[in-house]
């Protein structure tokens, strides 16, 4: 399998603030890593920098090392969206193009690759809505709008739509947040399914889903990383202090 991600000094700023610091990170390839922190400490914009998307903010700019399978995303003459496709990106809110059927959201990413054989998107999609285990729900609907499924499907047709580009990596910005248990279950399920094929890196507020679906967990506190290590070591003893503070809830 593939080395995974790397990350080294990695910096952030949005315009004149610097919310990331130095940060150093080996992500595992093949397995779920867990970012926790307080609201602010710069766990969104730490999953944003990976596949480039910190710098779509005006003022927002990043500076360090970012390398999938040894090669550098911010070195020269790399394209910022072809690593967003290598590098797929599910965010907290449910955001399927509202416009578009079922069928079309998952398909959006393949056409913009340019795309056009029926047969082929056909079954990418097919694939992907397996994939996103939502195909038996939508299979009868697939011309119907994205936006009438429930909070559950949309977020996981959102999953589907960036697994149809077959990325290397998914990244998931608190991913449940919007939704039910029944719903934060099944994408929990979800997310143990896909890490046989991919690499995920989840940021979550919520411990107990940190502990049950990741292999490792890295705190992060005031932009800076505080904490990396085995998720069961992170929640049975952690190693600093202000990390056994914020999982036993005295700050956060």
């Known amino acids: 399998m593939a080395d995974g991600i790397v990350v080294r000094q990695l910096n952030a700023w949005f315009g004149a603030l610097h919310v990331l610091r130095g940060i150093d990170l080996n992500i595992a390839p093949g397995a779920v890593t867990a970012i926790i922190g307080p609201s602010g400490c710069g766990k969104s914009t730490f999953i944003r920098c990976l596949n480039r998307m910190h710098e779509v903010v005006p003022g927002a700019r990043a500076q360090g090392q970012v390398l999938l399978n040894g090669e550098d995303l911010y070195g ?43 047969a082929l998107l056909d ?11 939502l195909w038996d729900e939508v299979k009868d ?34 991913p449940c947040s919007a939704l039910d248990p029944i719903a934060t279950a099944k994408i929990e399920e979800l997310i143990v399914e896909l890490k046989k094929e991919l690499t995920i890196v989840i940021v979550t507020h919520n411990m107990q889903q940190a502990a049950r679906v990741s292999e490792t967990t890295a705190f992060f506190l005031l932009g ?29």
């Open 224 to 252: 800076e990383l505080v904490e990396f290590d085995k998720t069961t070591r992170i929640f049975t003893n952690p190693s600093d202090r202000r990390t056994e503070d914020y999982i036993t809830g005295r700050f956060g």
């Open 141 to 174: 609907q697939l011309g119907k709008s994205g936006a009438s499924l429930s909070g559950g499907q949309q977020q996981r047709l959102c999953i589907a739509r960036a697994l149809a580009v077959r990325p290397e990596v998914l990244l998931m910005d608190e």
């Open 76 to 118: 020269p003459g790399v394209d910022p969206v072809q690593i967003r496709r290598r590098i797929g990106m599910v965010f907290q809110k449910p955001n399927p193009f509202p416009t578009m059927s079922v069928f079309d959201n998952v398909a959006a990413g393949l056409r913009l690759d340019g795309v056009r054989n029926h």
């Open 123 to 133: 079954e990418a999609v097919e694939q992907a809505l397996h994939h996103a285990a």
